[in-house]
């Protein structure tokens, strides 16, 4: 019994998503994936919708030239050269035995991915990939922290602006990573010339992937408190310009226009040298730009997730 590929077509974040939550649920789990009784009826197993968009999965992961890809990516592109599954119109999911020259079915091929899998979940060097990748965060925790710090100890106030920027949802199902790097690399060109960032003195973008937004920017834009006071509408002029630079595609959440809830504990807004507690909360709210829990899958090669300004000492 062979598989058609009937699922809808995902964005390219979502597929890269459900790698990872593929990966992730073959590592914990034991057993095949489906099975087929003598009667020809097919037993599926929990493992088995995580398999429900594997043509797009490989296709994805088939862009060798283009993209770095992440830990789990990496380890199922690993492993589906190793099986040697490909995907045809016409037979759907299938792969090739090199040992018997011949071509195994739907069902066999899934079992033996799902196998391929759990070995290489267990290699040193998909243990040590990911150690890297924490290693990478707590590196880059430090490296924001030291930025704050310069950009903050500049002048005697600083106004801290946060905007998450995204795309529509109209748009996500096309939007491709490449793309969000050209418009953030658009952003931060724009810094040198748009009067919207007159008195700016750092900034600091980081693209993510999630659920429900697909890739999307955290950003915080630093200014000379003593030259910029209207946070809320310099963060409305900052997420304008990127519905420019998109061209209508792109969308924003204003965070300081909520900071209020944030009480005591807010990092943006104005900001004083001195006031130690309110460092502290700055310092919070950037940490939240390099947490890993959003990580990019996949990237072009040579881009850089996190982006931050040459902060310059007082």
Same mark, same amino acid.
């Given at each position: 019994?062979?598989?058609?590929?009937?699922?809808?077509?995902?964005?390219?974040?979502?597929?890269?998503?459900?790698?990872?939550?593929?990966?992730?649920?073959?590592?914990?789990?034991?057993?095949?994936?489906?099975?087929?009784?003598?009667?020809?009826?097919?037993?599926?197993?929990?493992?088995?919708?995580?398999?429900?968009?594997?043509?797009?999965?490989?296709?994805?992961?088939?862009?060798?030239?283009?993209?770095?890809?992440?830990?789990?990516?990496?380890?199922?592109?690993?492993?589906?050269?190793?099986?040697?599954?490909?995907?045809?119109?016409?037979?759907?999911?299938?792969?090739?035995?090199?040992?018997?020259?011949?071509?195994?079915?739907?069902?066999?091929?899934?079992?033996?991915?799902? =196998?391929?899998?759990?070995?290489?979940?267990?290699?040193?060097?998909?243990?040590?990939?990911? =150690?890297?990748?924490?290693?990478?965060?707590?590196?880059?925790?430090?490296?924001?922290?030291?930025?704050?710090?310069?950009?903050?100890?500049?002048?005697?106030?600083?106004?801290?602006?946060?905007?998450?920027?995204?795309?529509?949802?109209?748009?996500?199902?096309?939007?491709?990573?490449?793309?969000?790097?050209?418009?953030?690399?658009?952003?931060?060109?724009?810094?040198?010339?748009?009067?919207?960032?007159?008195?700016?003195?750092?900034?600091?973008?980081?693209?993510?992937?999630?659920?429900?937004?697909?890739?999307?920017?955290?950003?915080?834009?630093?200014?000379?408190?003593?030259?910029?006071?209207?946070?809320?509408?310099?963060?409305?002029?900052?997420?304008?310009?990127?519905?420019?630079?998109?061209?209508?595609?792109?969308?924003?959440?204003?965070?300081?226009? =909520?900071?209020?809830?944030?009480?005591?504990?807010?990092?943006?807004?104005?900001?004083?040298?001195? =006031?130690?507690?309110?460092?502290?909360?700055?310092?919070?709210?950037?940490?939240?730009?390099?947490?890993?829990?959003?990580?990019?899958?996949?990237?072009?090669?040579?881009?850089?997730?996190?982006?931050?300004?040459?902060?310059?000492?007082?």
């Amino acid at each position: 019994m062979n598989h058609r590929h009937t699922s809808k077509t995902l964005s390219q974040s979502a597929i890269a998503l459900q790698i990872e939550d593929l990966v992730c649920a073959v590592e914990r789990s034991e057993g095949p994936v489906q099975s087929v009784a003598a009667s020809g009826t097919v037993k599926r197993t929990k493992l088995a919708r995580y398999f429900e968009n594997l043509a797009q999965m490989l296709e994805l992961v088939s862009n060798n030239d283009d993209y770095r890809y992440g830990p789990h990516l990496r380890l199922f592109q690993q492993a589906c050269y190793d099986v040697g599954v490909e995907y045809s119109s016409l037979a759907g999911i299938i792969s090739f035995d090199e040992e018997t020259s011949q071509y195994r079915d739907y069902t066999d091929t899934l079992n033996r991915l799902a =196998d391929r899998i759990r070995q290489l979940t267990r290699e040193r060097s998909y243990r040590r990939r990911r =150690d890297d990748a924490a290693y990478q965060s707590r590196q880059q925790s430090r490296e924001v922290a030291e930025y704050v710090d310069r950009v903050l100890d500049r002048y005697a106030t600083s106004l801290v602006v946060r905007v998450d920027l995204y795309y529509r949802s109209a748009a996500q199902a096309r939007l491709r990573v490449e793309h969000v790097f050209a418009d953030l690399q658009r952003l931060i060109r724009s810094r040198e010339s748009n009067p919207i960032f007159e008195h700016e003195t750092g900034y600091i973008c980081r693209v993510e992937q999630g659920e429900r937004r697909g890739y999307h920017i955290h950003a915080a834009f630093f200014f000379n408190g003593a030259m910029v006071r209207g946070d809320i509408y310099k963060a409305q002029q900052i997420g304008a310009l990127w519905e420019q630079i998109t061209r209508g595609k792109g969308s924003y959440h204003n965070c300081n226009q =909520d900071k209020a809830q944030y009480g005591d504990e807010c990092g943006i807004g104005m900001i004083h040298r001195r =006031d130690e507690l309110a460092r502290d909360n700055v310092h919070y709210a950037m940490n939240y730009l390099v947490k890993r829990f959003q990580w990019l899958g996949l990237r072009p090669k040579g881009a850089k997730c996190l982006r931050k300004g040459q902060a310059v000492r007082r």
